[in-house]
């Protein structure tokens, strides 16, 4: 056992979270540090934050989540890194592995742990919604790469698995959770016309009509989130009504401007 416990620095990415926040940070008081990456909120957010004791960064993020968390990174003056939403809770369970970890000493350089998704008030076990992020890793040795809402994280070095669960809670209300996506859509669908230009109408209408079906498919059926019963059928439901919502907004972003005239 190693007699000097590493430290660490919770990383929070927030934009207008002041009726979930609290819940977050109360769960993380033992950490060492807490920093929050602010999106320019215009509620109470930084004020919650501030009483916690968390350092707040403003800074606009543009839709790009990997360079909100990396200018956490950048700041944490700590050894480990914990990353974090605002509508993430750490379980009791979680809280002691992270610690363990942390005064043991560890060969691994950043662990994987599975998230628990609650909908309305019920985990969401099956549909693919219950699956392991890596989380938790050295400073040194983890960067976000990439400019998107959906972060993929780089780490260098072994990674280890956390037997214990970080509690999401997706939304209040279905309201809240069409209105989040609401603007991750809009974000989602600039980055596609960024990266892909001009597509055929042909792969517009597989998007909007045939690939909502096949997610439904994949989610209800195959990867059985008919098991979480009407929770588990209505978020399948609102999964591929998402996808397609991205899809019309990149074909209003192209309307007029596609080769085979689309927009007609």
Request: with cysteine; hydrophobic share 35%; aromatic share 10%.
């Amino acid at each position: 056992m190693s007699n000097n416990k590493a430290s660490l620095s919770a990383v929070i990415i927030t934009k207008n979270e002041e009726d979930k926040i609290a819940l977050c940070l109360e769960s993380i008081k033992w950490v060492d540090e807490i920093i929050v990456i602010d999106d320019l909120s215009t509620d109470k957010t930084v004020e919650i934050c501030q009483k916690y004791g968390a350092r707040v960064i403003s800074h606009k993020s543009g839709g790009n989540f990997d360079r909100q968390r990396n200018i956490g990174i950048n700041n944490a003056s700590s050894d480990w890194i914990l990353q974090m939403d605002a509508d993430e809770i750490v379980s009791a369970e979680l809280k002691q592995a992270i610690q363990k970890i942390l005064v043991d000493g560890s060969g691994c350089a950043g662990y994987k742990f599975k998230r628990k998704n609650h909908f309305l008030g019920k985990p969401l076990l099956y549909g693919g919604w219950y699956h392991d992020f890596l989380r938790l890793f050295k400073k040194n040795a983890g960067k976000y790469v990439g400019a998107s809402v959906h972060e993929l994280i780089d780490v260098q070095g072994k990674i280890g698995q956390i037997n214990a669960d970080m509690e999401h809670h997706l939304c209040r209300d279905i309201s809240q959770l069409i209105e989040r996506h609401n603007y991750y859509t809009s974000v989602e669908a600039k980055r596609l016309l960024r990266e892909r230009g001009l597509v055929s109408s042909k792969e517009i209408r597989y998007h909007l009509g045939i690939k909502p079906l096949k997610l439904f498919w994949k989610t209800y059926v195959k990867r059985q989130g008919f098991r979480d019963g009407i929770h588990g059928f209505i978020y399948c439901i609102l999964d591929s009504y998402i996808h397609c919502l991205k899809w019309a907004k990149y074909w209003e972003l192209t309307r007029g401007k596609n080769a085979d005239n689309l927009s007609r």
